[in-house]
């Protein structure tokens, strides 16, 4: 649909809804009906019995039938509190660990140069995350959390687990203790360290964590984050120990940033994948489970690029582009499925009353909003309209959670507060 200031019909936006019984929007459905199209995708399947109607509208519903109810008393809780006091508390004693570890192996200059060219390969993995992420944004704080997690916390967990695997690798050669090292240590000790921040982030901010796209977006970033600090220690490296050290830096460079930036995130990105998906089911056993048959793939994946030998390139351009093309389509239909999620969970807000199919299909569809968001960008309402748009894809994810059977009765409070703020959200782009 055109979104111009002539085609939009904004004043009619919220006639008198009938659900499909010819009742007024928001009439309760007998338990456990589900609605037509109630399961859009494969991310987003909902079990009848956990099926509950969209509260009704009362500004769309008789005086005597409004189905609005009360907001149930929130039980009170710290929220993310704990979790980023604990994490700023493992950042800073990680600090102390990982940075004389990257100053005694780079030198002061060597730091310095690794850390400016470290930032290029990061921001375009961060630039990724944005982009991954722009449909449903997690918290700011909670990304925070997982690239700090990835650059200070797993890395200071690979240094003090590492010397035990040295214990038990081969001393037969150096060229056998290096192996074993990079091909086994590594990708089960860094893939562990990592995907502990996931494991940390779904027991303590589970109301974020609900979906594989939020289980890629935040793997992404804890990957980030430890391919940053890893880049600062083989960056530097080459700086403070080759007698070319300019010539070696554009090699290493090349090699880690501009041919696998995305190598450690496509590793964890797995795990995040398979704990997204079990966090559709909320259980502490489902993420447990989750998190170790998650590990198994990213550390074969890991083992896979850390074994290429001679034959690098071949092997590069054969398995490990592939791969990333498949991980790139994968991501492209968890969007995609994002988007019929929230279409599906929006249209059962507008038969209670809530919006129009219009408006559905404008805040559904990425073109929808491109257009919503030029249209009111022209009228000065630009930063409405994308709040207006985060609102109602919140609670389309929090009518997902309600049905998901998980935490129902905090996330119905949460509804009730967002389904509240539509209006003046509303109201605010029409002004």
Do not use: C
Not at 48 to 70: E, H, K, V
Not at 174 to 187: H, K, L, N, R, S
Not at 203 to 215: E, I, M, N, Q, S
Not at 252 to 272: D, E, K, Q
């Amino acid at each position: 649909m055109s979104l111009s200031s002539q085609s939009v019909p904004w004043n009619r936006l919220l006639p008198m809804t009938m659900n499909h019984h010819g009742q007024p929007g928001g009439q309760p459905y007998p338990r456990p009906y589900l609605e037509p199209g109630a399961n859009p995708t494969w991310i987003g399947r909902v079990q009848p019995g956990n099926y509950q109607p969209a509260p009704g509208n009362p500004a769309t519903l008789p005086r005597q039938t409004w189905a609005m109810p009360p907001a149930p008393q929130a039980r009170r809780t710290w929220g993310t509190l704990p979790l980023l006091v604990g994490a700023t508390v493992l950042v800073l004693g990680s600090m102390f660990l990982v940075v004389p570890f990257l100053l005694g192996n780079t030198g002061i200059t060597g730091f310095v140069i690794g850390f400016i060219a470290s930032l290029i390969p990061l921001s375009v993995v961060l630039l990724t995350v944005r982009l991954i992420d722009r449909w449903e944004p997690e918290p700011k704080r909670l990304l925070w959390f997982a690239f700090t997690w990835g650059a200070a916390v797993s890395i200071a967990g690979t240094l003090l687990i590492q010397p035990l695997f040295a214990l038990a690798a081969p001393t037969s050669s150096e060229e056998a203790f290096t192996y074993f090292m990079a091909t086994v240590q590594a990708p089960i000790v860094e893939e562990f360290t990592k995907s502990l921040g996931l494991l940390v982030l779904i027991l303590a901010a589970r109301k974020y964590f609900d979906g594989p796209v939020d289980g890629v977006v935040f793997a992404f970033t804890i990957a980030a984050g430890f391919a940053f600090t890893e880049n600062i220690l083989y960056f530097g490296r080459e700086i403070a120990s080759s007698t070319d050290p300019g010539t070696d830096l554009v090699r290493i460079f090349i090699l880690r940033g501009v041919m696998s930036p995305f190598a450690h995130a496509i590793f964890t990105g797995t795990t995040g994948l398979i704990m997204g998906f079990a966090a559709r089911k909320w259980h502490t056993g489902y993420a447990l489970l989750a998190f170790f048959i998650g590990l198994l793939p990213a550390i074969f994946l890991h083992n896979r690029w850390n074994s290429m030998g001679q034959n690098f390139l071949v092997e590069y351009f054969v398995v490990q582009v592939p791969i990333f093309l498949v991980a790139a389509v994968g991501i492209i239909l968890l969007r995609v499925a994002e988007g019929k999620l929230t279409r599906q969970r929006l249209l059962e807000y507008a038969r209670a009353g809530w919006f129009t199919p219009a408006e559905v299909e404008m805040l559904a569809t990425s073109r929808g909003r491109r257009h919503a968001i030029r249209w009111a960008s022209s009228r000065g309402r630009g930063s409405n309209m994308k709040s207006f748009i985060k609102g109602a894809t919140t609670l389309a994810f929090t009518r997902q959670r309600i049905l998901s059977g998980r935490d129902v009765h905090v996330h119905q409070h949460d509804e009730l507060e967002l389904l509240r703020s539509i209006p003046s959200l509303r109201a605010a782009v029409l002004q």
